[in-house]
């Protein structure tokens, strides 16, 4: 049982922003305040922040100029000082979600437990009411909020307080969450050192999607890789990409200009942008229901899930496994997905 240590620190703007944009062009930084929460020897933390938006009003959504946002660190070893920076894994939960219910889901703090990794789990903004979060993911659900901003914020803040090592920061979501990391592998980019600020990533329920039906934003790095994880019998996020049945689902989302891409498009997309090409290069079988084909030499992959809907293979949870029949058979996403992360890593040091 681990208790949470709550922090709350709220931002004055204005004139603090008088001196020179970081390189990024970040207006709401919120290392700048210089007055951020130094984190205690508890194994989780929730740190919470205001930030200002520029766009008080887009999409169909008025927000306050000020919001606050939160995240959770776990960490399970206190190893802050004078040992080797370690990895950090972001998991982004769901539309209508929560940063805790994806911490339940995924449970990445047992991964991070069993690697030496912090796991931090990032909170979607609230909307109308406290069920109703979500992720400006391009494609679902609202646009406005800068999550990449706050992502960038977020891990530089982890970096800094958790010994991280930079270099070595793995994303991961579910559904909106999965949107939001195909928009992370699209608009990051590289830190100054030339380094992407996304080494590794993973997709479960997740499309590739974009407003206005413009990918010109999204620009991918080939130093980094990702797997996506699908359910054949996904109902919400379709794997043919139709943005019909999204309508329906979610009719507050205003999503009518938005384009998905299927499952095999969005794969191709990135390997196509990681390797100039979509070629299955292998195909595996972990388990009877799942068959994944590997392209870009391993670096790009996709898994096909049976039966599965709307759902992370293999949770063990039994609150939150009703829509996978074959939950105690089907490969831990969890792990596969680490084992991905843990696999990129070790590849990029021995290339060195
Ligand atoms: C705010 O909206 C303007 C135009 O509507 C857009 O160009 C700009 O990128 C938006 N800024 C953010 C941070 O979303
Ligand atoms: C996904 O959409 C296709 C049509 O594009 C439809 O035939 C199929 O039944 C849908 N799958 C599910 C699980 O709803
Ligand atoms: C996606 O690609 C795989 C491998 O080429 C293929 O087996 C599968 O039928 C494709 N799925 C759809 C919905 O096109």
């Known amino acids: 049982m681990f208790l949470p240590t709550i922090i709350s620190i709220t931002f004055l703007f204005g004139g603090l922003f008088t001196d020179a944009l970081p390189s990024e062009g970040r207006k709401h930084n919120f290392l700048r305040n210089g007055k951020l929460p130094i984190p205690t020897r508890d194994s989780t933390h929730v740190i919470t922040v205001t930030v ?41 939960h769901g539309v209508m979600s ?31 009411s406290e069920k109703m979060t979500n992720w400006n993911g391009a494609g679902c659900c609202s646009q406005g909020q800068d999550d990449i901003a706050f992502t960038k914020d977020m891990i530089d803040y982890i970096v800094k307080h958790f010994n991280v090592d930079e270099n070595e920061v793995y994303v991961t979501g579910v559904s909106n969450g ?17 380094k ?21 934003s999204c620009s991918i790095s080939t130093d980094t890789s990702l797997v ?23 009719p507050f989302a205003p999503v009518t200009n938005a384009e998905w891409k299927s499952v095999n498009a969005s794969i191709d997309y990135v390997a196509e942008a990681m ?54 058979t089907n490969v831990d996403a969890t792990k596969y997905f680490a084992d991905s992360f843990a696999r990129h890593s070790s590849k990029k040091e021995t290339n060195l």
């Not at 359910?231 to 990409?241: K, M, Q």
Request: charged share 25%; net charge negative; with cysteine.
């Open 52 to 92: 200002e938006e520029d766009n008080t009003s887009l999409g169909g959504f008025e927000r306050p100029k000020f919001i606050e946002r939160e995240f959770t660190v776990f960490d399970p070893v206190h190893k802050r000082k004078g040992n080797a920076k370690r990895p950090l894994v972001l998991a982004y």
């Open 98 to 128: 929560d940063s805790e219910t994806m911490r339940q889901l995924t449970q990445f703090d047992r991964e991070a437990k069993d690697r030496g990794w912090v796991a931090a789990y990032p909170q979607g903004e609230w909307k109308f």
């Open 178 to 194: 999965g949107f939001m990391v195909y928009r992370l592998l699209c608009e990051m980019g590289d830190r100054e050192n030339g």
């Open 196 to 216: 992407p600020w996304i080494s590794a990533a993973s997709v479960h329920s997740g499309l590739l999607g974009a407003w206005q039906a413009d990918f010109s």
């Open 228 to 250: 996506h994880f699908h359910g054949l019998a996904d109902p919400v996020v379709n794997i043919t990409g139709k943005p019909e049945g999204k309508q329906e689902l979610l």
């Open 275 to 328: 390797c100039g090409s979509n070629a299955i290069t292998s195909t595996s079988n972990p388990t009877e229901s799942t068959t994944c084909h590997q392209m870009c030499d391993g670096k790009v992959e996709y898994c096909m899930v049976e039966e599965l809907q709307h759902m992370w293979s293999g949770c063990s949870d039994e609150s939150l496994h009703m829509y996978d029949p074959n939950h105690a």
